[in-house]
């Protein structure tokens, strides 16, 4: 079993910066494939990025590329997520998930793919 539990959220204006954190349980941590997705009201949840277990691949939604960055740190059990640039369109609730990385790219992005998922953390971009 792996928990996930998300901080960094916050309000911050527009062209302003936020830092997520993800903190897994775990002794697999380094195996498994690690993601953001984002739900805003009245939407359906979206893929935001993900990153593979050793951190060589990275995948990113087209309307965050260039602005948000995956990283992890597989000794703290640790995945983040710096968004820059953010946007009115960036508010949502942003969800940690993992999975077991078999290396399938397709894969990484979509939502049913994983296993685990934290309880999300809150992000509301003013403009």
């Known amino acids: 079993q792996v928990q996930l539990v998300e901080s960094g959220g916050g309000l911050v204006q527009a062209g302003g910066s936020l830092r997520l954190s993800c903190a897994a349980s775990?002794?697999?941590?380094?195996?498994?494939?690690m993601a953001w997705f984002r739900q805003a009201p009245g939407k359906e949840r979206e893929f935001v990025a993900a990153?593979?277990?050793?951190?060589?691949?990275?995948y990113y939604a087209d309307s965050v590329k260039g602005r948000f960055t995956i990283s992890r740190d597989n000794a703290k059990n640790t995945v983040y997520l710096q968004m820059n640039s953010l946007k009115p369109e960036d508010t949502a609730v942003y969800y940690c998930?993992?999975?077991?990385?078999?290396?399938?790219?397709?894969?990484?992005?979509?939502?049913?793919?994983?296993?685990?998922w934290g309880q999300g953390t809150q992000v509301t971009v003013s403009s």
């Open positions: 998930a993992s999975t077991w990385d078999n290396g399938v790219k397709s894969y990484y992005s979509m939502a049913r793919q994983y296993d685990y």
């Open positions: 775990g002794r697999t941590f380094s195996s498994y494939a």
């Open positions: 990153i593979s277990w050793s951190g060589g691949s990275t």
